[in-house]
């Protein structure tokens, strides 16, 4: 079956890089999310990677995948306080329709 | 603006008082869905939509019912709401079942007493 899993907690200052982690277990996967939710609001889809990839760099956010170890990545750079949320990362399995598997979810606390 | 609207954002009722959430979105999107959010558990996928008239099951079903008669709209129904039922709801709509992306309504909190 498939499992998402983050650990619930970060803590990073102002300035240094979050490194959030995620490990699933389909190998089937076709995409690889990160969602970011902020307080009080829905999920908003931060970045993506296919399965066929190993990394992914947008602006700050550096998404690595080690398919071998199942091991999924979000790095932010120069973290900012408005960054604080929480991060949840999600597999779309392959199949005929759009099933996608929610890890956990990460609180990420900026400290100023 | 696109988006996907859900009301009430926050609801207290009793034990075994009907309710509907409302879900909506103006994208013109096939594909709806509805999730629960509880701390430690992420996101749960309740039952979700591929077009009008066309619902099934996700993860976390019973006690739920949801119903697409058109396809803007994808209601939540608890017929006799549990107190286990108490959390966090999202709606979410794709352009349809192979699109990477879903859009997210922004929750309704559900307390059951």
């Known amino acids: 079956g498939e499992d998402v899993e983050q650990s619930l907690f970060l803590s990073v200052r102002e300035g240094d890089s979050s490194v959030i982690n995620c490990t699933y277990t389909?190998?089937?996967?076709?995409?690889l999310y990160w969602y970011k939710q902020e307080p009080g609001a829905g999920l908003q889809l931060l970045t993506y990677?296919?399965?066929?990839?190993d990394m992914k760099q947008d602006q700050r956010l550096t998404v690595l995948l080690n398919k071998k170890d199942k091991h999924l990545s979000l790095r932010i750079a120069d973290t900012q306080t408005g960054d604080s949320a929480i991060y949840f990362c999600?597999?779309?399995?392959?199949?005929?329709?759009?099933?996608?598997?929610f890890g956990t979810g990460t609180k990420l606390q900026v400290i100023p | 603006e696109a988006q996907v609207t859900q009301n009430p954002r926050y609801l207290i009722t009793v034990t075994g008082k009907k309710l509907t959430v409302t879900c909506s979105q103006n994208m013109n999107h096939e594909y709806m869905s509805w999730y629960r959010q509880d701390p430690g558990l992420g996101l749960r996928q309740i039952y979700y939509s591929m077009n009008v008239e066309v619902t099934d099951k996700g993860d976390v079903p019973e006690g739920y019912k949801v119903s697409r008669k058109e396809k803007r709209n994808f209601p939540l129904i608890l017929e006799s709401p549990s107190p286990n039922q108490t959390s966090l709801y999202f709606c979410a709509s794709s352009l349809d079942r192979n699109a990477y992306e879903q859009y997210f309504g922004p929750g309704t909190r559900l307390t059951v007493t």
């Open positions: 999600a597999e779309r399995l392959s199949g005929g329709y759009q099933k996608v598997t």
């Open positions: 990677i296919f399965s066929n990839m």
């Open positions: 389909d190998s089937s996967s076709t995409y």
